[in-house]
Every structure is written in C-alpha cells, then in structure tokens.
C-alpha cells in the first residue's frame, strides 16, 4: 500500500462516517486494512528517508569538493594576477624613472643656458662699464 492509497482510504473512511454510524464504519474498514500493508507502507517511508538522507550526504559531499576546487581556482587566478600587476607596475615604475632622468637632464641644461646667457650679460656690462671708464 502506498501513501497515496493510505490517503485515499482514509478519505473514502471520511466519507462513508458521514453516511454510517461513526464508530462502526472506522472499526469495519480498519480491521479490513492489514497490519502488514501499513507497516510495509512504513518501511517505505523509512527507505525513501534513508534514500533521502544518502542523496543529501553525498550533494554535501560534491558541494563540500566543488567548493575546495574553487578555493583553488580563485588562488591560482589570484596569484596570476599578482603576478600580471607587479610585472606592470615594474614596467610603470622603470618609465617612470626614465622621465624622471629626461627632466633632470633637461633641467640641467635650461640652467647651464641661462648660467651662460648670465654669465655673457656680466662679462658685456664689464667691458662696457670698462669702456665708459676709459672714456
């Protein structure tokens, strides 16, 4: 007997008591259904939860693998790209010094420019201060 058989009789029960003295038809219909069916209905129940509970291991089982195997997926791809950023910074980093050398030795040579067009200026008031001295 199956649950879905275990419900139905107990419906058809429910409605032959409205049509017959209560106790009577409950007392009639139960001694019809057998101690065995209901108890191998049981056992089925028991079996079906079993069979559940087996299932609900072994999901938990997969979930519990698949979860470590992205654990090691997302440290692998965050290591790489560790590994891409530090290359790239490096990479910032180098070009970053080389403009920073290109400016100081640009800077250098403004002021060496403007020492010598100071220097010219001073040596021309010289000899001109020179020249009105002699006047």
Do not use: Y
């Amino acid at each position: 007997m199956k649950i879905g058989s275990v419900t139905k009789f107990l419906a058809n029960l429910d409605e032959e008591a409205s049509s017959k003295l209560p106790t009577e038809t409950v007392v009639e219909e139960w001694e019809e259904a057998s101690i065995d069916d209901v108890l191998d209905e049981l056992e089925c129940e028991r079996a079906d939860s079993f069979q559940l509970r087996a299932d609900n291991f072994q999901l938990r089982a997969q979930f519990a693998q698949l979860k470590a195997e992205n654990a090691q997926v997302e440290e692998t791809v965050r290591q790489d790209v560790c590994k891409e950023l530090s290359k790239q910074i490096e990479v910032m980093e180098h070009a970053c010094k080389l403009r920073i050398e290109d400016e100081s030795i640009a800077m250098e040579h403004k002021w060496k420019r403007k020492l010598d067009i100071l220097s010219r200026g001073i040596a021309r008031r010289a000899e001109d201060e020179a020249d009105w001295a002699i006047c």
